[in-house]
């Protein structure tokens, strides 16, 4: 088994007090800003993976069985799907903003469930959102989006 060896090579015109970042590829063709691109796009995709994992608590893995890791595997693949979506029209509309940062600006508004008896005996169940305060209502109007995406109410009458 052959060692392994590190070497950071520091070219000789960079201030070594200013930071440097190499990053190398094993296709010769790709220009510094395509390999640029290539590294933030995966850096993103990575980000976005890791925030949805912890939303929807996919992790820790402990499937046994491979129709379960398929699942797994679905889940995560179709809520990157929606996530990089939504992300992608925001882009679109001039903002440029992680998941994360979506999710907390959307997590300010509510969901209310509400159950109380009318004067005729009947229950009134309604389930209403609050409203979204100004940054989450700039994402919805940059989506075109409903500002109340649901307004239920159901009556249900007393025998």
């Not at 995966?42 to 699942?71: F, G």
């Not at 992300?87 to 907390?104: N, P």
């Not at 509400?114 to 309604?126: D, I, P, Q």
Request: with cysteine.
């Amino acid at each position: 088994m052959a060692d392994i060896q590190w070497r950071i090579a520091v070219p000789e015109n960079v201030d070594r007090d200013s930071g440097i970042y190499f990053l190398r590829t094993n296709v010769p063709t790709l220009d510094e800003k395509t390999t640029w691109d290539y590294y933030n796009l995966i850096r993103e995709i990575e980000c976005t993976n890791r925030q949805l994992k912890t939303d929807l608590n996919l992790r820790p893995i402990h499937h046994k069985k491979d129709d379960r890791s398929d699942d797994h595997l679905f889940l995560g693949l179709l809520s990157y799907w929606i996530a990089n979506t939504i992300r992608c029209k925001l882009k679109q509309t001039g903002e440029a903003c992680y998941w994360t940062e979506i999710v907390r600006r959307l997590s300010t508004q509510k969901a209310v469930n509400t159950e109380a008896t009318n004067n005729l005996g009947e229950k009134v169940h309604m389930r209403l959102c609050s409203e979204p305060n100004k940054s989450a209502d700039d994402i919805y109007e940059r989506l075109k989006y409903k500002k109340m995406p649901f307004r239920k109410i159901r009556i249900e009458k007393s025998l």
